[in-house]
T-cell receptor, first 114, second 115 residues
Framework: AQSVTQLGSHVSVSEGALVLLRCNYSSSVPPYLFWYVQYPNQGLQLLLKYTSAATLVKGINGFEAEFKKSETSFHLTKPSAHMSDAAEYFCAVRGTGTASKLTFGTGTRLQVTL | DTGVSQDPRHKITKRGQNVTFRCDPISEHNRLYWYRQTLGQGPEFLTYFQNEAQLEKSRLLSDRFSAERPKGSFSTLEIQRTEQGDSAMYLC?????????????FGPGTRLTVL
């Protein structure tokens, strides 16, 4: 079964600093991986997705993620954090069954300080 | 295209009462999902519809839970005899059955509080 592990439930960075949120996956087949962002009391918004077309994936709001098969990782990065990036971030992997349901990590809360 | 909508956004109920939530997916999407998210956790899959057919249910979905999608458009999720452990955010998502990655679009969720 597919699964993802997010290391670090809370990450704090200064405004303008690099953002790095970690995600490692476990999958018996080539995975489809996603990063979602959730603002307080809202649903999830897709940031980016990996579908095997390219290992470096660019998403919205300046975020990108690199798929590394050798490390089974799909870490999310942004060169320069903005206050508006403060939110909860979830990594997810798509299942292989008919439902193609998503399995999410436990999330990383990003705090951005002045 | 107004995105996925859910109603109500918040629901407070007493233990033992029944509650029903509604989800309206993006109009051309034929796949619809329900997830549950408890505090400090990621969403967990509950059930999935393709058009009006409910094709998969998680073991998390006890007998007190029932979901329908009668005409392949909107869906309802009912919880009977609510328990305090049912308190959570209930998220609905929809997608097209197209492509390999099945991008799911999420609604804003219904936050349930059982007193």
């Amino acid at each position: 079964a597919q699964s993802v592990t997010q290391l670090g439930s809370h990450v704090s960075v200064s405004e303008g600093a690099l953002v790095l949120l970690r995600c490692n996956y476990s999958s018996s087949v080539p995975p489809y991986l996603f990063w979602y962002v959730q603002y307080p009391n809202q649903g999830l918004q897709l940031l980016l997705k990996y579908t095997s077309a390219a290992t470096l994936v660019k998403g919205i709001n300046g975020f990108e993620a690199e798929f590394k098969k050798s490390e089974t990782s799909f870490h999310l990065t942004k060169p320069s954090a903005h206050m508006s990036d403060a939110a909860e971030y979830f990594c997810a992997v798509r299942g292989t069954g008919t439902a193609s349901k998503l399995t999410f990590g436990t999330g990383t809360r990003l705090q951005v300080t002045l | 295209d107004t995105g996925v909508s859910q109603d109500p956004r918040h629901k407070i109920t007493k233990r033992g009462q029944n509650v029903t939530f509604r989800c309206d997916p993006i109009s051309e999407h034929n796949r619809l999902y329900w997830y549950r998210q408890t505090l400090g956790q990621g969403p967990e899959f509950l059930t999935y519809f393709q058009n009006e057919a409910q094709l998969e249910k998680s073991r998390l979905l006890s007998d007190r839970f029932s979901a329908e999608r009668p005409k392949g458009s909107f869906s309802t999720l009912e919880i009977q005899r609510t328990e305090q452990g049912d308190s959570a955010m209930y998220l609905c998502a929809s997608s097209l059955r197209a492509g390999d990655y099945n991008e799911q679009f999420f609604g804003p969720g219904t936050r349930l509080t059982v007193l």
